[in-house]
Structure formats: C-alpha cells, structure tokens
C-alpha cells in the first residue's frame, strides 16, 4: 500500500520495549489523513488489520463477524456507503478486507492469547475508530495542517478516535513482547459518535467471558502528562430524528394555502433549547441538524431535525425525552404538520468499577511521562462503551474508562482540535501497565 | 433522438393551419418529462432548437448570445451543472448544442421575419422554460404518472413552463403559416423560477428594438377556456440568503461554549413570518430553505437561510426587506453568530399595457374554445417577465402578459400541479392571433 | 356643574346658524380632558345629556333604555366601573344621570322631530363617545398639553371620538334651526374601541324604523379640508381572550415541577404573528395586551394574552381566527398547559349605500372649508358602526360612513394624536347637509 | 388585639421548658392568615414584636434601626405599601408599631443578653418572615382552608416563613428558660422572597459582633423527623426587570407602523429559556412575571419581565447573566424597541461552616422528634441568608444553614404547600439545642 508511510523496522518488531514512538506516530498520522465517519471506517479498519496481522494475534473478527449486525443503529444508505468504500480503496485499503465489511459492517476484534492463557483471565480493551462528519481547519497554527496530515475526506478525527486505534496497536504490540499469561481481546470499535457501535459489539458474544474491560479516551481537557484512573459522569443519550411534513404551495400566489414545516421546525428548535433545567442533575439538548424546503419561493413542505437529549441518569434523559417529544408533535400541529419521530441511537450511563480505579491510581505516577494522575473525573458527556461496561458488569466481570490527558488546542469536536502525540506512548504504557497489573492481581467485583 | 416521440409528419410540416394539437402535446409531455431547474436547462433548450429548426427561423441565439451573461443570478455551482448536463446528453440532447451552453448559459432567441419585415413591427413573444427542484406526484390520478410522462430527473415542471415553451413553438408555426409582415422575436427564457433569467435577457440587446412584447401563463387558477387580457398585480420580490456563522463544540461536554447558528436560524425564521403586515398593499415572506449542522453531539457552527420577500410595490418590498434584514441580524446576534446576508435575485413590479390589453379583450372571445374572456387580473405572485416588460416600455414600447387558463389538479408548485392539455391550441391561438392584431393595429403608447 | 367651561349664550341658542364654533371648541375640550374607556363614559354621557337638554329633544334614552343590554361585549368588573364612576362625579357629572347609567350601560339615544315628521323621514346619525386605555403625551408639542386639556384620567381620546360626539351635538343644533321634516335620532354610542357596544345598540330596537343611517369618523390620514362621501374596508375583527394555565413550583429549586404558562404564552404570540398572510386580501393579527406570572422566582402558573384577528370578508376572518385557535391550542400544549379561549368583541364588515355617497358626493365640496371629496376609500381597520350599518340596510334602510378629515400630528392610537378643531364646524355641516339633502332627495335602496 | 387567638396563660409564661406546642402552631397559623410579601410585613412584624415582649428582651431595633435602609433592593411603591399598611392596621396590628416601619421598613431584631454575657459568644439567629405573591389553595384537603387560617391577605406563606418567625419566638423562650450565657441576636429578616432583605440586615451593624449565625428552613422536601444539620448549595442569583419600549398604532389601520414591545417580550422569553446549559455546574433561568400592552387594537408600546438567572457559583451566574443580557438587547433591537435593563436583586453563594455543622450532625439525633440527621443537602435553590453569612464568615466569624424537614402536601411556592405543625417543636429544640452547644464548645474557624 503505497500510501502508508514508510514502516521502517517492521520486519524486525521489538521485543523487549514499547512500540517505537514513531511508528505509533506515522499510524495515529495515518488514520488522522483518513478520517471515516461512522460505518464507513473501511480505510481505517484495513489499515488496523495490516497492523494487527504484523504483530500477529490469533483469532481476527472482521465487521459481521466482529458485531450482532441487527443492533447496528444509523447505519448510512447504500449510496453513501458505496462512496466511502471507493475513496477507500483509492487511499490504498486492501480490496479484500474491504468487501469483508461490505454493507457498512466495519470494526474489528482480535483475541491474542499468550502463556497458560487457559488459567489466565480474559481482559478486554475497547477503543473506537470512528471520525466526525465535519471540516477540518486549514489554519497553519494547526498542526495536521502545517505537517502535511490533514484530513483528505472532508470529514475529520476531532475527537481523537485516531490516537485511540493506535492505542489497541501499541498494547498489542507491548503485551506481547510481556509475561503476560491469558487473552486479551482488542475491540476496534466503529461508530461510537452516532452511538451506533457499542450495543451491536456488546452483544456480538466476544464479551460474554470477559473478566476486565477497559475503555479509554484522550484529552477532555486533562493536559498531557495528566491520566484518570476512572472516568464515570457518562451521560445517556437518545439521539432523535424528527421529520415534519406539511404541504407545498405557491409563497407569493397562495401563502395560506401551505402547511409550513420549517416553521414548526423552527418552533420546535426554539422550544427544545427552552426545555426546562432539572433539579436532579445534568440534562443536554441539542438540535444539532436540520434542513428542510427547496426553494426559495415554495412553502416548505417537508423539514427534519437531527438532534439529542442527554441527562445524568436514565430517569433524567426519560423526562428530557418526553418533553423533546411534546414539543415536536406540538410544534407540527401548530403549523398543521405531521412529525415522524425516530431513534437514531441510545446510550445509558455507567461508573467505573473501584477496583480497577484503586487498581490504576496506585501504579499511574510510575508511568513514564505522567506527573498527575486523578482518581476519578466525570465526563459530561456520552459514549456507547457504556453498552459494553454495563455489559461485562452484568455478568461479574469489571469495567473501567480511563483517561490519557493530551494537550489539544481546539475543543473536541472543533476544526483545531488535535492530539499531543506525546501521550501516545504515555497512554500505550498506562493501559499496559493496566492490563499486567490487572492479570497479576485479580481483582473481584464487590 | 431515440427518447422523443415518434413525429410523424415532421418532414411534412403543416402549411395551412396550427401545429397538430398533437405535436403540441407530445412536445409538452417529452419537455415535462425532462424537468430541468434554472440554468440547467440543456435538455429542454436542445429540444426547442430541434424544433425551432424544424420549423425554420432566420436567426437562432444560443446561450451566451441569448443573454447578458454577467447579469445571471442566482446560477449553480459546476458540479451541479455538470451533473445536469450529462443527465441532458443521457436523454439524447444534442452534444453540440449542449456545448454551446457551457456554464449555464441555457436558453435561446430565435427571429423569424417575414413578408416586408422592414415596415412591419417587431414583436417579442417570451416563454419561460425552467423547472421546480422538487419531486413529482406518482399517484395513478396524477395524468404524468398514469399516463407515463411524469418527470424523470427529480425535479418537476409544477408550474406549466413545458406549456408555455410549447406555446413558443407553436405560435412560430402558426406565424410562419399566416400572412404576418414584420419581425417575431421568440424568447425562450431560463431561469424565472429563481428570479435569474430575465434580467439577463432583457439586457441582452434582442430587445432593444421591440415594438410590442408579449408573456403569457397557463393556469393561476382560471379554468380551461377562460383567458385574461391582462395580466397585474406582479409582486415585487427579492430572494435572500443568509449564512449564519456561530462556532462548533461537544454538546455534551461543553454546551456553554459553542455559538449555536442553528438556535440563531430558528430565531430568526420564527420573527421573518411575523414582521408585521403593512396597511399599504401586500406583502410576502417564505423562508423557503434551510439548513444547518452537522452532528447530533455537535453544537451547529453554520445554518443558512433561503428566502424571500414580496410586496405590491417596490416599497412595500423594500419594508419587507429591512425589517427582514433587521430580524436576521438580530437573531444572529442573540446567538452571538455572525449573519452574511446576500440578494440571491430580485425583481420589480410592472403592469400590462391598456392598448393591448383592449385589443386582445376585443377579439379573444372568438378565438376557439375560449368561452371567458377576463379583462384583467391580479396575479399574486413574482415574475421576473417583469425586467422584460419594464425595459420594453421605458424605451417606448408596449407590453403585456396573457394568461391562458387551463384546469389543474393540484395548485402551481405542488407535486400533482397539471396543465390540461386542452388549453394548448387555445394558447397558441389566442396569442398568435394577438401577434397578428398587433401588427395590423400598431397601437401606440399614450 | 363647576368644571365646564363657561357657557355664554346658552341661554339664547343661535337660530339661524351652525351651532358656534367656540362651543364646539369647548365642548370637544371638555370631553377631551374627560376620557372614559369603553362601558365607563359617565362622565361623557352625562355632559352630552346636558348639551342635549339644553337643545331641547323630544325623547331622551338613557343607559338601558338605549341598548341591549345582555348584548354588551367586554364590559368591566365592578370594581373598574365603581372606580370610572366615582372619578365621574368627582369631574362633576349628574349623580342622577351617572346612577342611571349603573352597571356600565353607558351611552344615549335622543330624538327630535320637526315639522310634519310623520311623512319624513327617519334618519339617524351614529357617533361613538369613549376614549381608549392609553396615557396621553405630555409633550409641549401636543396642544391639550399646551392648551391645558390634556387627559386628566389616565384614559385618552385618541381616535377623536371626542370630535365624534362633538358633532352629534352640532348636528342637533343645526337641524334644530334648519327647516328639516322628519325624525332625527342620535346614537351616542359607548364602547367603540372595544368593538362592544355596537351590536347592543343596533339591537335595541331604535334602529327599526330608520330610513338612513349615517356614521361618521374624523381625521382617517386624511387632512382637513378633505372629505369622503363613504367610507369602505372595514375589516371584519374577532377579539380573543387566551388564559393559560399551568403549575407554579420554585424556578431555582424544582424547575422541572412546573408548567410555566409564560412560555406558553410566548411561543403562542411568535406563532400568532407568524400566521401566513392569505392571497384573498388584507388580514390582520395583534396580541395587543399580555401579562402573567406573580414573582421572579416562581414558575409562572397563570398567563393571559388579550389580541385580535381581522379579516377584508368575514371568510378571511375565520382563516385568522381557526389559525389563532390551533396556535393557542398548540402552544399551550407544548407546555403542558391548558389554554381557556374566549371571544372579547366581534364585528362584521360592511359597505356604504351607493346613493348616499352620491349624494354627499354631489354637493359636499360646496361646504365651507372643504376643498377635497373623495368619493370613497377604504378604512382598513374595523369598526362596529357596521352592525349598526348592516342592520338598517337589511331591513331595507340606506347606511353610508363619512370621514371628515382632520391635520393629526400624531397617529390615531397613538399619544400625540389630536384633532384639529376647525374640522368641527366642517363635520357639522357635512353632516347637516347630508341629513337635509336626504329628506329633500329620499333615495331607495336599489 | 382581637384578632389574636386566646392566649391562656401568656401572663404566666413557661419556666423550665419549652414553648407550649399550642402557643407555636396558635402563632404559626395566626402569621399564616397574614401573610405579607416583602417589605410589607407590617402585621408580621407587628405581631413578632407583640411575642418578643411577652418573652422581654433587652434590646429591640424596628425597621430603620434593624436595617441599612438603603441597600434594600425591590420595595414596592408608596400606593402599594399605603395598600399593606392599611390592611395591617384593619387586621389588629398595633398602629404605633406601624408607623415605625413606615416606607416599608419592615422586620426587627430583638437582642437577649443572660448570665454573665460579656464573656459568652454572641450567637444570632436569622429567621425570614415574608409571605409569596401568590393565590393560597381553598380545597378542602388543603390544612388551612379546612381548619380556617387560610391566607386573607390574597398573598400566601408558602414557603414556610410562618414557621421560621414561630421558631425566632420559640428559640428565644426556651433559651431565656435555659443557662446560657451570652448574648442572642434574633433576627426577623423581610424580603427574602425578593432577595432583598439580605443585604441591608447583613450591613445594619447588628452582625458585627456576631461569633455564630445560624440561619434554618423547613421542608426542602425532607419528611417530619428528618433534619440537616448543614444546607449549602445555594444559587447565586440575579432578579432581574427589562423594560421594552416600542410604540403604538392603531394595528388593523396601520399594523407596520408600530414598534412591537410584545414581540419583542416574547422572543426573549423564548430565547432566555433557550440559553445553553453550563457544563460547569448548575443554572437557571425563569420569566417569572411579564406584562405589556393595553388594548387588543393598539399595537403595544411597552411590555416588562422580571426574571432570574441564577448559577451554582458567581461565574456561572454570571454566565447566564451576560447570556440574558444579550437575549433581551438584541430581542429589543430585532423589533426595534428599546429595552431597559435593572437589577432587582442579588446574592451569592455561601456554604455552611464544617464546625458548626459536626456540633449539629453530633447531637441532632438526640432531639425528639428526629428521626434521621443528614450531614449535608443542597438547597438548589437561592437564598439571601448568604448575605449574612458571608458577613460574618468573611469577620472570622462561623455560620450554619440547618433545615428542619416537615412533610409538605404541595411543593414550595404552590398553592397547596403547607407545613406540618409537628416540625414547630423539633425546630425549636434543634435551633436551641444548636445555640447551647455552641456556647458550651465555642468552636473556631479553621
């Protein structure tokens, strides 16, 4: 694959130490080029794949295989679908591995097993792949833009989902060259920003004898050398689609004669905002898409909203999502519209198990590079690896969402938001260490 | 051209009488199956050449020369022409001709003189030939559905322009078959859906010389066999855009810090509809399109607006504006977004000349199937034959814009809007006859 | 009654002529300086009894001899009329008179017949007296600021129903001196501004036997010296009253409790204005007075909103009304409140007789200080003179409205509205003259 | 003063315990029949002063004296306080102690000094005394309609003030039956509702001495039994009024030439309930109270909010107040009317000392009636007791916020709210006991 930059040394992996840094930062800058939003992390996967094959592991799932592929939510149309796998396959990704994913069924599982692995425990680690449906800035202040790794899709790793795949790499590669004696299953997950990946890889049967899990994510405004041994506050969220339809007309011949469906998009947007604070904790809203009508001088007949409810607890995302719902279908029926809702994606909320926590605050300020770690933080926002932490939970096993601090210039999800590639190695090291700590000593659930 | 309709006796034109109601319709059902939007109408401009050829014409102005190039509004980008444009040549139009219309430039100006043109007058009969962006009614009461010519490129002739190019042709016809003297300019005109195509044409030198200009309408709610002298009541109209800029983040994680454009369109499509009527005259407001956002976690940095205002007069249209310009910027700054504002198209009021009007009153009841004859009549809505009608009078000239009613099924812009294919010869008769009066009466201006 | 004017001469009334302009003068600034919102001009009715009285007429009805009763719209709460009444007798009105009017039936009918009146005809002139809610200015500029007859109630005559009653009582006096043979009847009508008192006094049984009904109103934009033999486009109106009632709770500690009544409120005035204007002619909307809630920091429980919905025709009214009913409906629901509707006040439009306004038409620009007749225009704002209109002409009777124009510095409505006073003695002999020309010309309704 | 309730055995009061339960809920339910918003408690104050004399008090400071007058925010105007003052008097207040509190200088504070006082602490306890603005409940199930000491005031205790005035009494009677020694300040604080009392008792000079100030609540939903020994949690807040200002017109005749104050009230309504949550804590916002207009014809020229935004720290208020600030500017300017923005009132944040608060969790359970102590609670909710708080925190001085739980029918500020009469006793005993504790173990700021 003539895109990929050179692998100098890969005949040779090391043995003895953490994957070399430059090879973690020619992936993390790699996939930064190749940003694929959810479900169509073609590039991304294969590329993850090549990876995984060099190390070598014993068992690779790939998209059907790797998913329950029914509990797959916003999932793209088959148009769009297609668009994504050709700009893949011209980025260099293996045709073959490609058509493994077909339909959009991208991500991956590989399960490596070392030493009397049977007397040893399961460990799993979760990272997400997926990029954001946004533009990446231009400016020179920005470093992808001033080296040269920009994204080349148009849409863009602002979220850091690069600096986690290459996370699963660097483990992988450290847990091998370990004593480590057990398995230990890497979840390359898709579509975590649409809430899309966790449920259908939580039920895809890898995790059923799961004994650890861990989850990880960079950044959220923790600075480089800065690590959180649990990250909890996870939001659930039901991300909604609202679809209003009126009647067309003619603006300036017959302007009563329409049935305005921006207008009751625009009352809905107005309203949802204004839904009311809670006392009982944290509560989100967003209205984060629309569009509707078709030109200028006909009376809207058709408009959408894409947008989320999120609250601290199920309870409160439930009274969020009850209002969000009246609103819209009054907001249709004031303008005489009908609104057709659906759910695009659902999270619930999750807490990190103590003993991993314990477990991690303990060895954290060992790690190389780390000079402040925090026992637990809140994240004051989603993300679908609670399907899978509550998954595991439920059955006996332990989960934990550690955090990586990473300095990053703009927000996540803004055009300069970029990841401080020092704490590649730092966050390689912290989920080793994890994984050793974790297999040496065992700790049981409450 | 293998999509057309068979046409028999095309090598044996009709010498002695109107154009077979036959080639009438199926003209009109082959152009109404090929919709195409403003300034992407390759197919249908290739169409009429083809005809306009057969017939015979002394001069034939293609696309650039057809037009004042620079004043075009409200024109796409090439990826959308391009797009239209291979769409034309799959359905058979010309290469060449297409060719000739590079950029958009669609439409065309023949002129036929005839007998001893030099004392005779110089008419202008102009036809608009553009399509709705919208999709087309597939229920089986809809005649273009039942009867196998509904639209084939997702947009829709919602508003009777196949009609009325029909009508060019077919007046050309009956002219060439009468004993007219003098000059007839037959203008095919793109783009009036957008308010885009007549500045252009009235600029493009073709009517400097012309004594008498006529437009004409299907529909506006009369019935088959009524007709109207003289069309009034244009309303004044300029289309707006408006781009609101704000700033992205995580809408879970940071709420507080992103400048939500698409609270700021909200906001402002709810006070747009409610600027204040005026006791004046009337007035118009549609926000016709919108857009905005890109993710559901994503608090939306960019929303636009397309719309439009109205009034009677240029006054009434200049209140609309400001107080619409004020909303918009308002609303941007409660956001704390940044609102750009520009004219998409604009168009002035005019009124149809009495000369004509009097003249097409005396005889237009005579003319077959015709069996009401209104004087005049409001139209209630925009036109952009407006800049063509203007530019004639203020050097002198007459105009007048016919109406020649036809029963629809649905209203003008909606998805089962029909043109009863009856009022075809009655179109092409009134408005030839029109000609024909006007070169034997040389009524002046007062 | 110490606080009028001093009355010289009225003792020995004028014989031969217009009632003099002083007393006009000094009557209209009486009334001015004694405004009396609708159903609470004791004060008003009672200083016109006194003119009355002083003229001399053959019947006197008062209060509940001169309407409907149990067809008064919008009358006040007892508080508010023990509050006007006493405020009435403190500016010296009647105790006798002001008792008679108790319970709010406020007005008066007087009837004077002169010479073989049985063959004459019955005439009736229509004047409306009451002021409207609003402060009036202070300004220097403003003569009853500067003149010292500005407002002393806090109410203001500022729609020139002063002038109104001004005339009625002009007229008296002049058709008192006049050879005029027949039956002349004045309304002074109560309750105008809230289009309340029409229907009451249309149906209290004086109205039967009029032959010609006339009505009049000052000013309209046009100036003075111009008149307009009838006026047209009264726009048919409904008055709406919209309680909302939700569920109070504290705003800082149970935000989510509550079913805030405000917010609906609000989204229902955004809506109201928002309703699309129609094609068929001029509609009207205003939410013209609102109000609820108790204190910061509780949930608003109660709101109310007072507005009104106007129409060219009374099938454009109903468009308003329907669409204002679904958007107070909608708004209540999306807050889960309860919206209570009711009707305040309702009017239909209605026409001028054609031979009235020829008439007045033919000998008005012989009146002295007239130098423009219009012969109709259109009032664009509604008016209850219409039910008293619509039920002469049904039975048979002639109606028309005149306008006598007045220079008003400020907008009708507004605080610096005024009425130039020597439009009085031109209103007084239009009117005149009008009632004279009809019992020499007796025209029938066609 | 007849309207008292008998008072057996007031000329023999109680010498070794507590405050007879009989004599607390007789004063509760009196204080509840009476309810007066802020800087109207001339009754309650009265009738506090009346129970304060029974007991004997060494020093006694009414109105100015108790108050920095002019740091009071929020009194009303001189008709409404005129209003106030005569219904007190009406309701058996004693005339002399009215004229004391003249220009709503209402609230005292009584001064008890015992044993060998000079060389004991000073302790101050704050209890508010102001009733809510609002309607009281008259179901049957509601305690005070049913048991006859439903409000007569047309305002309503339904936040409890009439409990915590009952336990400033019963504080003070069973620590003169007690051995402290020391000093007492009791502070009867007005206008908390209004957040405008705080201040100016807060900078009076009473609490410049002060070693501990406790303040207490009931209910905050916390069940008869259950207490808090340590509320923090309070909202910092800012009540804020917005005066738009646009102009009239007649809205049928000239609807475009007003300015629309109403519109403009409306879409910042809508938008300030819009303004984004804050991910660094809590906030709030409410439109508590608007109004405008005057009549349904006149295009409303003036409309008004009282609202708050409020915020778990300062910041975050003033987060929300720069958001507000800009919602009203550019809602004024969208519509083109002015807005005049003022502060009603404000306060800050504040927390309970960890010394006072372990004391209380110490022996909390002990009291009868307790059957549950928590530690700590948040109030979610505003208070202007951290007025004083921080004064005498920020003089090195400790202070608590304790809650009394009492099971509430309705929440607080609603109709239906009421307090059970059991939580008299135990709040007096838990406030007492908290005082002798205090002076026995003199605890010290960190």
Not at 256 to 261: F, I
Not at 300 to 326: F, I, N, S, W
């Amino acid at each position: 694959m003539s895109e990929h930059p050179p692998e100098e040394g890969s005949t040779d992996p090391p043995t003895d130490g953490p994957t070399a840094p430059d090879r973690l930062v020619a992936l993390r800058r790699d996939l930064h080029r190749h940003p694929e939003p959810a479900w169509r992390e073609f590039y991304t996967t294969a590329r993850i794949i090549e990876e995984l094959e060099r190390i070598g592991v014993d068992e690779l799932h790939v998209g059907p295989d790797a998913l329950a592929v029914d509990e797959r939510l916003n999932v793209p149309d088959d148009a769009e679908l297609a668009e994504w796998r050709e700009r893949a396959l011209e980025a260099g990704a293996d045709p073959e591995l490609v058509d493994r994913m077909a339909g959009g069924n991208t991500g991956a599982v590989a399960v490596r097993r070392q030493g009397d692995h049977e007397t040893g425990p399961t460990m799993a680690l979760r990272v997400d792949i997926d990029g954001l449906p946004r533009a990446e800035s231009t400016a020179d202040a920005h470093l992808p833009a001033r080296e040269g790794f920009r994204s080349e899709t148009g849409a863009m790793h602002a979220c850091g989902h690069d600096a986690h795949a290459t996370f699963g790499i660097g483990v992988l590669d450290r847990v091998r060259a370990s004593d480590f004696e057990g398995t230990l299953k890497l979840l390359f997950q898709p579509a975590e920003e649409v809430i899309g990946g966790g449920k259908p890889l939580a039920r895809s049967g890898h995790l059923d004898d799961v004994d650890y899990l861990l989850a990880v994510h960079v950044g959220l405004d923790h600075p480089t050398g800065e690590v959180v041994a649990g990250i909890d506050g996870f939001l659930a969220v039901t991300q909604l689609r609202a679809a209003f339809s009126g009647e067309g007309g003619h603006a300036g011949a017959r302007p009563e004669e329409g049935r305005n469906a921006i207008q009751a998009l625009a009352t809905a947007v107005q309203n949802l905002y204004a839904i009311p604070r809670h006392s009982e904790g944290v509560t989100r809203v967003n209205a984060g898409q629309v569009g509707g009508g078709t030109a200028t001088n006909i009376i809207p007949e058709a408009a959408h909203l894409e947008g989320e409810v999120r609250g601290e607890t199920t309870d409160l995302r439930e009274y969020m999502d009850d209002r969000a719902r009246q609103v819209i279908a009054s907001a249709a029926e004031m303008h005489s519209c009908e609104a057709d809702l659906s759910i695009k994606g659902q999270a619930p909320s999750a807490a990190s198990d103590e003993a991993i926590v314990d477990l991690v605050h303990g060895f954290a300020d060992g790690v190389e590079g780390v000079d402040s770690v925090l026992r637990r933080d809140d994240l004051g926002g989603s993300e679908d690896a609670t399907e899978l932490m509550r998954y595991v939970q439920e059955r006996g096993g332990l989960a934990a969402y550690l955090c990586v601090g990473t300095d990053h210039p703009g927000g996540h999800h803004t055009a300069t938001f970029d990841v401080d590639e020092r704490s590649l190695p730092i966050g390689v090291e912290l989920l080793t260490g994890t994984v050793l700590a974790l297999a040496r000593e065992r700790p049981a659930a409450d």
